[in-house]
């Protein structure tokens, strides 16, 4: 006698041999050799560098509004596939959510942020050279930060207790 087991609803989702390959073929990093964590913002090296599923294979394979989010249906597509560095790929584990969207996202994201911290470096390294920056000129601005910071925490807990 043999036995028919049921078909699935849906598809199994299974992790490839050859993912770690070809996304580092598809995506070579900065010089050949640097990557840039979506969850983080880290800097880190090929060597250290993970290779993470965005949509996790455990979520795509629990949960039908995951496989909705699973680029043509393929966990192991490039597109489905990010750099990260250890501990975010430690913490993100199985889960979805804000790692989904930094996944997608991210990259993009701390690549502006580096990018403005850059050019504020070299405009301030700049300035600095050619003497248009003096020494101490954002003391001002810091001390007016300082204040209204303080003071707004001070009103803040003085509301809270009912000091005024």
Not at 18 to 38: E, M, N, Q, S, T
Not at 61 to 71: F, S
Request: hydrophobic letters at 45%; proline letters at 4%.
């Amino acid at each position: 006698m043999r036995f028919i087991l049921p078909m699935s609803k849906h598809p199994r989702y299974e992790r490839s041999d050859d993912y770690r390959y070809r996304f580092i073929k598809a995506h070579p990093g900065a010089f050949g050799k640097f990557y840039l964590c979506p969850y983080c913002g880290r800097i880190m090296l090929r060597k250290t560098m993970q290779v993470d599923h965005i949509v996790s294979i455990n979520l795509a394979n629990k949960h039908r509004a995951y496989r909705i989010l699973v680029p043509n249906g393929d966990i192991n597509s490039i597109h489905n596939l990010t750099a990260s560095c250890p501990k975010c790929n430690n913490r993100k584990s199985d889960s979805g959510g804000g790692w989904i969207f930094l996944g997608r996202f991210g990259t993009i994201l701390f690549l502006c942020v580096w990018t403005l911290l850059l050019a504020f470096m070299l405009w301030f390294m700049l300035g600095a050279m050619t003497g248009r920056i003096e020494r101490g000129f954002l003391l001002p601005y810091v001390a007016a930060l300082r204040n209204s910071l303080l003071k707004g925490s001070a009103d803040a807990i003085a509301s809270i207790f009912k000091f005024t």
